[in-house]
T-cell receptor
Framework: AQSVAQPEDQVNVAEGNPLTVKCTYS??????LFWYVQYPNRGLQFLLK??????LVKGSYGFEAEFNKSQTSFHLKKPSALVSDSALYFC?????????????FGTGTRLQVFP | DAGVTQSPTHLIKTRGQQVTLRCSPK?????VSWYQQALGQGPQFIFQ???????QRGNFPDRFSGHQFPNYSSELNVNALLLGDSALYLC?????????????FGQGTRLTVV
């Protein structure tokens, strides 16, 4: 079965500190992995994706994510958090085996960055 | 580039009524998908349209139907509304050049069923 797990409902971090938002996935084929961010009363904004190649991918606003095949994880990271990074973050996967456009989303992690 | 645009932004309907939501994809995009995001949940896939046909469908009842027009814009129709249909409805578009392209989302339509 295809699924995405985001084990933390909320992550709190002080401004200037590094942040990590965790994501694990389960698919039958090769995963296409995505991170999106959602600000209040807004849609989803694309941050970055992993398709193939380097396990560390860089995206918008200084975010990066590390793909780990053995741990089936795709954690989102940023070296130095900003208060403006406070938002809801979603990890999503597309399963290559099924030739599907469908994205499977996690339940989201609320990131709170304190000044 | 206007990105993905959805209308209306907010809507209040009564149980049993019907509703139509609209979506214009990002310029150059030909594939449109619809998602339902209930409060506190991640988006759930409803269906996808490509070349004016429904190409894939998620686990939603037949009360949910859609349409894609020749200009790639799309509509989501929900009949016989239930209280449980209250959610944020998101439209996503992408260019169909393989599964590795990312989807771009609109700001959503907040549907409240009373």
């Amino acid at each position: 079965a295809q699924s995405v797990a985001q084990p933390e409902d909320q992550v709190n971090v002080a401004e200037g500190n590094p942040l990590t938002v965790k994501c694990t996935y389960s698919v039958s084929g090769n995963p296409y992995l995505f991170w999106y961010v959602q600000y209040p009363n807004r849609g989803l904004q694309f941050l970055l994706k992993y398709i193939t190649g380097d396990n560390l991918v860089k995206g918008s606003y200084g975010f990066e994510a590390e793909f780990n095949k053995s741990q089936t994880s795709f954690h989102l990271k940023k070296p130095s958090a900003l208060v403006s990074d406070s938002a809801l973050y979603f990890c999503a996967v597309r399963d290559s085996l099924y030739n599907t456009d469908k994205l499977i989303f996690g339940t989201g992690t609320r990131l709170q960055v304190f000044p | 580039d206007a990105g993905v645009t959805q209308s209306p932004t907010h809507l209040i309907k009564t149980r049993g009524q019907q509703v139509t939501l609209r979506c214009s994809p990002k310029s150059g995009h030909d594939t449109v998908s619809w998602y339902q995001q209930a409060l506190g949940q991640g988006p759930q896939f409803i269906f996808q349209y490509y070349e004016e046909e429904e190409r894939q469908r998620g686990n939603f009842p037949d009360r949910f139907s859609g349409h894609q027009f020749p200009n790639y814009s799309s509509e989501l129709n929900v009949n016989a509304l239930l209280l449980g249909d209250s959610a944020l409805y998101l439209c996503a578009s992408r260019r169909d050049r393989g599964l590795n392209t990312e989807a771009f989302f609109g700001q959503g339509t907040r549907l409240t069923v009373v």
